[in-house]
């Protein structure tokens, strides 16, 4: 019988593990190990409503420190994992200790990918609270950021500073925000929609060099421009904290690899979240996804496979993003499509693009469409082969596809 469960990480990932493996009766002892020194919060507002001053400290809590004693759940912060010895079912401690326990699950998330030669006391990045915390206190009024890299993060960091009235630069090497992700037709929508708001968008530029001056920080592209600005943010990408576990299976490019139970290639550990490379079944490849629904799902599918009740982490992918006042979702897998419908008028910034491979639904992406998403994560879910004319027909009812 399984008499204790060991989490390394204490973020979103976990505290979902931990809340699930209560509610679905486990008695026996959960300890988190977390190397923040605050309990396990929300990420996505960081770069939104946080960063803005909009939402409090404590409205970011996931498990407050109460919830855990009531729940009898050991939550050891600031406490940072340097081995997880997967065939022992151990974790070893940078304090010189080790735990073990029945079965562990690897959540330890991820860091930002660091640019070689950017480095400076002007150089900041967004993954934790304290990074938020220093970067909320720079946006103000005419200030100068520049953001290197036009993902998702580093667009929602452009976006929360134009909003706040800070002069922006944004350096992206690509030839449009997110191309590869989502196709040349909207990455040159969401390049439009950065260029509206008053961003200066250098696509097709990378950094070549930084430095800093006592009055700037400033970066040369390949384009042989200079900009000058009080702050770089660099937005280029995470990297999964897998360094940590020895005796488990990498996937290519990065990541602990998992099946859709979340299991590893050792008996008894787990692993879930942006730390993960896993399977996905309705894909048939290995997924990497690096956000909120991702960490949510997969915790909450490793507690029950943990506990013995198989359960496939198999969903659609879907992801939110907030940018400019408008809403941006996206789900599915868009990477090997060979037709893209669009349903609305891209040029409002009001519309849903369908992504069909061999006539097959395989994902969408929307502005301002948050409900046609929706339907479409069903739709993908579904293997649905709808018709195109359908798609694009504002006066089609998408819900009647799933009958």
Same mark, same amino acid.
């Given at each position: 019988?399984?008499?204790? !469960? &060991? +989490?390394? =990480? *204490? @973020?979103?990932?976990?505290?979902?593990?931990?809340? /699930?493996? #209560?509610?679905? $009766?486990? %008695?026996?002892?959960?300890?988190?190990?977390?190397?923040?020194?605050?309990?396990?919060?929300?990420?996505?507002?960081?770069?939104?409503?946080?960063?803005?001053?909009?939402?409090?400290?404590?409205?970011?809590?996931?498990?407050?420190?109460?919830?855990?004693?009531?729940?009898?759940?050991?939550?050891?912060?600031?406490?940072?994992?340097?081995?997880?010895?997967?065939?022992?079912?151990?974790?070893?401690?940078?304090?010189?200790?080790?735990?073990?326990?029945?079965?562990?699950?690897?959540?330890?998330?991820?860091?930002?990918?660091?640019?070689?030669?950017?480095?400076?006391?002007?150089?900041?990045?967004?993954?934790?609270?304290?990074?938020?915390?220093?970067?909320?206190?720079?946006?103000?009024?005419?200030?100068? !950021? &520049? +953001?290197? =890299? *036009? @993902?998702?993060?580093?667009?929602?960091?452009?976006? /929360?500073? #134009?909003?706040? $009235?800070? %002069?922006?630069?944004?350096?992206?090497?690509?030839?449009?925000?997110?191309?590869?992700?989502?196709?040349?037709?909207?990455?040159?929508?969401?390049?439009?929609?950065?260029?509206?708001?008053?961003?200066?968008?250098?696509?097709?530029?990378?950094?070549?060099?930084?430095?800093?001056?006592?009055?700037?920080?400033?970066?040369?592209?390949?384009?042989?421009?200079?900009?000058?600005?009080?702050?770089?943010?660099?937005?280029?990408?995470?990297?999964?904290?897998?360094?940590?576990?020895?005796?488990?299976?990498?996937?290519?490019?990065?990541?602990?690899?998992?099946?859709?139970?979340?299991?590893?290639?050792?008996?008894?550990?787990?692993?879930?979240?942006?730390?993960?490379?896993?399977?996905?079944?309705?894909?048939?490849?290995?997924?990497?996804?690096?956000?909120?629904?991702?960490?949510?799902?997969?915790?909450?599918?490793?507690?029950?496979?943990?506990?013995?009740?198989?359960?496939?982490?198999?969903?659609?992918?879907?992801?939110?993003?907030?940018?400019?006042?408008?809403?941006?979702?996206?789900?599915?897998?868009?990477?090997?499509?060979?037709?893209?419908?669009?349903?609305?008028?891209?040029?409002?910034?009001?519309?849903?693009?369908?992504?069909?491979?061999?006539?097959?639904?395989?994902?969408?992406?929307?502005?301002?469409?948050?409900?046609?998403?929706?339907?479409?994560?069903?739709?993908?879910?579904?293997?649905?082969?709808?018709?195109?004319?359908?798609?694009?027909?504002?006066?089609?009812?998408?819900?009647?596809?799933?009958?």
């Amino acid at each position: 019988m399984l008499e204790s !469960v &060991i +989490v390394a =990480g *204490a @973020g979103q990932t976990a505290a979902v593990a931990a809340r /699930t493996l #209560r509610r679905r $009766g486990f %008695e026996g002892r959960v300890t988190l190990f977390g190397e923040e020194p605050d309990a396990p919060y929300q990420r996505p507002p960081l770069s939104k409503d946080y960063l803005t001053g909009e939402q409090d400290r404590d409205e970011l809590c996931l498990l407050t420190p109460a919830w855990c004693e009531k729940n009898s759940i050991d939550l050891r912060l600031g406490t940072r994992v340097i081995a997880i010895r997967a065939a022992d079912r151990a974790v070893e401690l940078a304090d010189g200790t080790a735990e073990t326990a029945g079965a562990v699950l690897i959540a330890t998330g991820g860091r930002p990918r660091r640019l070689p030669g950017v480095t400076g006391e002007r150089v900041r990045y967004l993954r934790t609270l304290a990074d938020a915390d220093r970067l909320r206190a720079e946006l103000r009024p005419g200030a100068r !950021v &520049i +953001v290197i =890299g *036009a @993902g998702f993060i580093g667009s929602e960091i452009a976006s /929360t500073a #134009r909003g706040l $009235g800070a %002069e922006v630069t944004v350096v992206e090497q690509a030839a449009q925000p997110l191309g590869a992700v989502l196709g040349e037709l909207i990455g040159d929508t969401l390049a439009a929609l950065h260029r509206a708001a008053g961003v200066d968008l250098r696509t097709g530029e990378k950094v070549e060099s930084y430095r800093e001056t006592p009055d700037a920080a400033v970066v040369t592209t390949s384009a042989g421009t200079t900009i000058e600005g009080d702050i770089v943010v660099v937005g280029a990408g995470m990297v999964p904290n897998a360094e940590p576990a020895t005796g488990i299976e990498l996937a290519d490019g990065g990541g602990i690899a998992v099946d859709e139970y979340c299991r590893t290639s050792q008996e008894g550990v787990y692993a879930a979240g942006d730390v993960t490379s896993f399977h996905h079944p309705l894909f048939d490849r290995r997924i990497r996804a690096e956000h909120f629904d991702n960490a949510n799902a997969q915790g909450m599918a490793a507690a029950k496979n943990i506990l013995g009740k198989p359960t496939a982490h198999a969903l659609s992918p879907w992801f939110w993003s907030d940018q400019f006042d408008l809403n941006l979702q996206y789900t599915g897998y868009a990477g090997d499509a060979d037709r893209l419908v669009v349903r609305g008028r891209i040029e409002d910034f009001d519309f849903v693009a369908f992504y069909l491979a061999g006539g097959v639904l395989r994902g969408a992406f929307g502005m301002e469409r948050g409900g046609d998403v929706a339907v479409a994560r069903e739709l993908v879910a579904a293997r649905l082969t709808p018709d195109p004319d359908v798609l694009r027909d504002e006066d089609a009812d998408l819900t009647d596809l799933l009958a």
